[in-house]
């Protein structure tokens, strides 16, 4: 197993591309923090794993990564129980899918609240306990985040500086033996795009993507255990582009 005795956060852990990573780090025997936005659905998907995999190690743990003292306390529940924190995946994230006139300065700021303020706290906060013995980070970006998107304005921008974050995070705490990532998917089946992304467009997006699909989740989750595991030992700063082949 690829990540036996590890201790992970996964924020965004309740449902669609982070449930799957969730589920992938407990196959390889890692103990897991799967967070949503607030206890009920963190508890939600704790049930749903141990009802595939009675033994699994896992925490449910309710945080508003917007929140600063939220994602402290989601910090020390995690040192409590466990004693440290290997890997950190910030998955989380929110989408708005509308013309730039008719965007709300509400709309903007809670984009970037969201997307980027709170994986810089949650990655802040992990790295004063990480940096004691290394571990592995890893955001989770976008293919808008590297080509922007018709629609995304905010969310393109929040992806971007996402990579960038990434990016400057890995020359920073490479000292640390703390190696830096990010996961840019392209499409993918989760209530995100079902709430987002219509029909028409979707059946677009299949007919250019080579592989003729949208992805499930869990065809992503392989790329993030490899990752977090000593497999990468070399890897950091680097943007994994895992969309079927959308953008060549
Ligand atoms: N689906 C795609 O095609 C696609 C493509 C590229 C990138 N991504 C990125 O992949 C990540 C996951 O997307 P998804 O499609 O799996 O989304 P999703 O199904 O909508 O799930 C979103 C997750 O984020 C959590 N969340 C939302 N707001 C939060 C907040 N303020 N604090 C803490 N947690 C919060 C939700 O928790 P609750 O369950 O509690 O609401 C849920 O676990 C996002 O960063 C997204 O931008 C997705």
Known sequence: MKLQGKVAIVTGGSRGIGFAIVESFVKEGAKVSICGSCLETAQKAVDNILLNYPNA???????????????????????????????????????????????????????????????????????KIMKA???????????VGTYGGKMQSAYGTSKFAVNGFTKSCAKELGMY????????????????????????????????????????????????????SDDASFTTGAIFQVDGGLVL
């Open 177 to 228: 033996n703390i190696r830096v990532n990010a996961v840019a998917p392209g499409v993918v089946e989760t209530d995100m795009v079902a709430e987002n992304v219509s029909e028409q467009m979707l059946e677009g997006l299949k007919q250019m993507t080579p592989l003729g699909k949208m992805a499930q989740p869990e065809e992503l989750a392989g790329v993030y255990v490899y990752l977090a």
């Open 57 to 127: 190690d896992v925490m449910p743990v309710g945080v508003n990564v917007r929140d600063t003292e939220e994602v402290k306390k989601m910090v020390e529940q995690v040192v409590e129980k466990w004693g440290c924190i290997d890997i950190l995946v910030n998955n989380a994230g929110i989408v708005a899918t509308k013309a730039l006139i008719e965007m709300t300065d509400e709309d903007f700021t809670s984009i970037m609240d969201v997307n980027v303020t709170g994986v810089f706290k949650c990655t802040r906060e992990v790295v």
């Open 133 to 143: 013995r290394g571990g592995s980070i890893i955001n989770t970006s976008s293919l």
